[in-house]
């Protein structure tokens, strides 16, 4: 089992900046890639962004390209999403979550074993 929380959403305005956290713990050796996804009140869950634990590859989908960057802190099993210059349409509830696929980027729900609570995040115009 791996266990993720996540940390910083929170409300900003147009242009502005937010850092995600999300902390995992338990057999996070056995995940490969973590994801960032987002949901918007009334639409599905969208890919936003992967990372690889071991050398650091990111990947991103090109509505965030140049905006948002992924990173993570192997030490502390962290992962962080920088996301600048944000937008109201990236007003969402933001996930992180697990994946031990080997194949990368890992960008479907399916392809994900473990799952934050998520934390909103919230873009005024």
């Known amino acids: 089992q791996v266990q993720l929380v996540e940390s910083g959403g929170g409300l900003v305005q147009a242009g502005g900046s937010l850092r995600l956290s999300c902390a995992a713990s338990g057999r996070t050796f056995s995940s490969r890639a973590m994801g960032w996804f987002r949901q918007a009140p009334g639409k599905e869950r969208e890919f936003v962004a992967a990372?690889?634990?071991?050398?650091?590859?990111?990947y991103y989908i090109d509505s965030v390209k140049g905006r948002f960057t992924a990173s993570r802190d192997n030490a502390k099993n962290t992962v962080y999403l920088q996301m600048n210059s944000l937008k109201p349409e990236d007003t969402a509830v933001y996930y992180c979550?697990?994946?031990?696929?080997?194949?990368?980027?890992?960008?479907?729900?399916?392809?994900?074993?473990?799952w934050g609570q998520g934390t909103q995040v919230t873009v005024s115009s």
């Open positions: 979550a697990a994946s031990s696929k080997v194949a990368f980027p890992p960008k479907a729900a399916r392809e994900y074993d473990y």
């Open positions: 990372i690889t634990w071991s050398e650091g590859i990111t």
